[in-house]
C-alpha cells in the first residue's frame, strides 16, 4: 500500500510541484490549500506525513499543525513545514509545537524526498519497536508457562530464539521480518501445552500412542494462537519446524521447497540446541559433533542452502 503524503500550500504552483516530485517516488499525495482544507483532509483520510506551507490563509501552518496535535491519532504523524520564511521566532515556535523538520523555499527536490523517507522511516521504526515491545510481553508470558511444564527444556526457547536471530540475521532478514521470527522462535513449542506432563518427562522411549500426541503439537499450537491476529505472522514457524527436506518429518511430511522458509530455518535452529543440550534421554553434543551433524543431513533432513548460511554464524553459536 502506497504512503499518503498530505501537502498544503496556497501557492498552486508549488503545490503541484512537491506532488510531481512525490509521486515519482509513488507516494500518494493529496492537496490542500489551506490549514482549514488540509484539516478536514486530514481527519478524514489519516495521511502517513504532512508537508505544510506557513503563511496561509483560513488558517496558517502554525493552527493547523496544532489542530493536528491536538488529535490522538495526530500525535505521532510527521510534519514538515515547507516556508520561505527563516526568521528565528518561526523556527523556535515550530520547534514549540513538535514540528518534525523545516525546509525552505524554493527547495530542493532531493531535499524533500530525503526529509520525507527519513521521517517515514523513524515513524515506521518507533512502530514496529512499539508493537513489538507490546507483544513480546504476551509472547514471554507463553514462553514462560511451555518452559514451567517442563523443566527439562528450561532454556530451550531461549536459546533458540537466539539462535534463529543470529541466522535470520545472516540471512539478511529486515527488522519486520526479524520480529517475526522472534515471536515464532519463542512460541514454537506452545502446542506441547497439551502435550500431558507424564510425556513430556518421560526418560524412556516414547509409545506409538505418546508419539501420535507428540506429532500434534505444532497443530495443537497454530489451533491456539488462530484467534491472536497480531501472532499469525509467526504461524508458519510453529507449524513447519519439525517437516524434513526428504518428507520425514511432521506434521504433514512436506518435502524440499514444499516446506516455507520459516519451518526450514527455525529446523535448524531447533535441532542445533535440541542435540547439543542435555535432556532426559541424552546427553548434549559438542558443538563439533552437532555441526557435523546438521552437515551430514543437509540435503536429507535439512535445506542444503540454509545448512551453508548456518556455518557462517557457527563461530558464535
Known amino acids: 500500500m502506497k504512503e ?8 498552486s504552483d ?3 510541484l512537491a506532488q510531481t516530485i512525490l509521486r515519482m517516488q509513488n507516494y500518494e499525495v493529496i492537496l490542500a490549500k489551506d490549514g482549514k482544507e488540509a484539516l478536514e483532509i486530514f481527519d478524514r483520510t489519516s495521511p502517513d506525513l504532512v508537508v505544510s506551507d506557513i503563511a496561509m490563509p483560513k488558517m496558517d501552518g502554525f493552527a493547523f499543525l496544532r489542530a493536528v496535535r491536538s488529535r490522538e491519532k495526530g500525535n505521532a504523524v510527521p510534519f514538515l513545514f515547507l516556508s520561505a520564511y527563516s526568521q528565528t521566532g518561526n523556527l523556535s515556535q515550530a520547534r514549540r509545537l513538535a514540528v518534525d523538520d523545516y525546509l525552505f523555499k524554493p527547495f530542493d527536490a532531493q531535499e524533500l524526498l530525503d526529509a520525507v523517507r527519513i521521517r517515514l522511516d523513524r515513524r515506521q521504526a518507533v ?10 510481553q504476551t509472547v514471554l508470558l507463553m514462553a514462560n508457562i511451555i518452559e514451567a511444564r517442563d523443566p527439562y527444556t528450561r532454556g530451550h526457547i531461549d536459546r533458540v530464539c537466539n539462535i534463529a536471530l543470529r541466522f535470520g540475521k545472516q540471512l539478511g532478514w529486515d527488522e519486520a521480518s526479524l520480529s517475526v521470527l522472534e515471536f515464532g522462535a519463542i512460541l514454537h513449542d506452545i502446542g506441547k501445552l497439551v502435550v500431558p506432563t507424564n510425556i513430556l518427562t518421560k526418560k524412556g522411549s516414547f509409545t506409538p500412542k505418546e508419539w501420535e500426541i507428540v506429532y500434534k503439537h505444532p497443530e495443537k499450537g497454530v489451533e ?7 501472532l499469525k505472522p509467526a504461524i508458519p514457524f510453529i507449524l513447519y519446524h519439525h517437516e524434513r527436506w526428504n518428507g520425514s518429518g511432521y506434521p504433514f511430511g512436506l518435502k524440499g521447497e514444499e516446506i516455507p522458509l520459516a519451518g526450514r530455518v527455525l529446523a535448524l535452529a531447533d535441532f542445533y540446541d535440541a542435540v547439543s543440550s542435555d535432556r532426559p534421554y541424552h546427553k548434549g553434543q559438542s558443538k563439533e559433533v552437532t555441526l557435523k551433524m546438521i552437515k551430514e543431513n543437509s540435503h536429507i533432513l535439512f535445506d542444503p542452502f540454509l545448512v551453508s548460511n548456518f556455518f557462517e554464524i557457527a563461530d558464535e553459536l
Not at 4 to 11: F, G
Not at 127 to 136: G, I, N, S
Open 224 to 230: 491456539m494462537l488462530n484467534g491472536i491476529d497480531h
Open 4 to 11: 499518503k503524503i498530505l501537502v498544503v500550500d496556497d501557492n
Open 14 to 16: 508549488l503545490r503541484e
Open 127 to 136: 512502530q514496529l519497536f512499539d508493537t513489538r515491545e507490546a507483544h513480546l
